[in-house]
């Protein structure tokens, strides 16, 4: 089955950019999608279809994905952004979703 | 206003079993594919099965052969009936929406929660 490698955790100070990565064999290939999940509540869907924005997400959120790994980039990071954030794609080789294992966003 | 309501999870004895209810609102689930999700304590997020608008069903490798995704569209519902359940799949269990297999999750359950222990 299809394997999405995420870095645990990422660690940015206040102010900087942050940059959460998402390995899969050939992922350019596939359309990925990227979710916020803060303790205690459902996933929000931040990045989908690669690079596009959901309403309401700020614009310092944005994507993108080539080759071997798609990433999800975090401008100007506050406090608010502290999350765990997973990348998804379909597999549809074996007609299953895929997620990645997830990043800890931490604001230093 | 879109809006997704998970019902019907508890403390269960492994080997028994459990249907999860997942009520829709603002939407024809019908006409999506609608998705169940697990998350596992202190873990991350697990696809665990699809159902297409046009009715066809996908599991993950972990759950088949002891789901089974469902529908009633005259409720707008959509079903998780769980058998054969094991410690490892003790859970908060999401539904979620999307707009075909390869789209994105754009809504999302509160999720309910599922525990296998004896």
């Known amino acids: 089955s299809y394997l999405l490698t995420q870095p645990p955790s990422v660690s940015v100070a206040p102010g900087k950019t942050a940059r959460i990565t998402c390995g899969g064999n050939?992922?350019?290939?596939?359309?990925v999608h990227w979710y916020q999940q803060k303790p205690g509540q459902a996933p929000v869907l931040v990045i989908y279809y690669d690079s596009d924005r959901p309403s309401g997400i700020p614009e310092r959120f944005s994507g993108s994905n080539s080759g071997n790994t798609a990433t999800l980039t975090i401008s100007r990071v506050h406090a608010g952004d502290e999350a765990v954030y997973y990348c998804q794609v379909w597999d549809s080789s074996s007609d299953q979703g895929v997620f990645g294992g997830g990043t800890k966003l931490t604001v230093l | 206003e879109v809006q997704l309501v998970e019902s019907g999870g508890g403390l269960v004895q492994p080997g028994g079993s459990l249907r999860l209810s997942c009520a829709a609102s603002g939407f024809t689930v019908s006409n999506n594919y609608m998705s169940w999700v697990r998350q596992a304590p202190g873990k991350g997020l697990e696809w665990v099965s699809v159902?297409?608008?046009?009715?066809?069903?996908y599991y993950a490798d972990s759950v088949k052969g002891r789901f089974t995704i469902s529908r009633d569209n005259s409720k707008n519902t959509l079903y998780l009936q769980m058998n054969s359940l094991r410690a490892e799949d003790t859970a908060v269990y999401y539904c979620?929406?999307?707009?075909?297999?390869?789209?994105?999750?754009?809504?999302w359950g509160q999720g309910t929660l599922v525990t296998v222990s004896s």
């Open positions: 050939n992922i350019g290939s596939k359309s």
């Open positions: 979620a929406r999307s707009d075909s297999a390869v789209a994105a999750f754009d809504y």
């Open positions: 159902i297409y608008s046009g009715g066809s069903t």
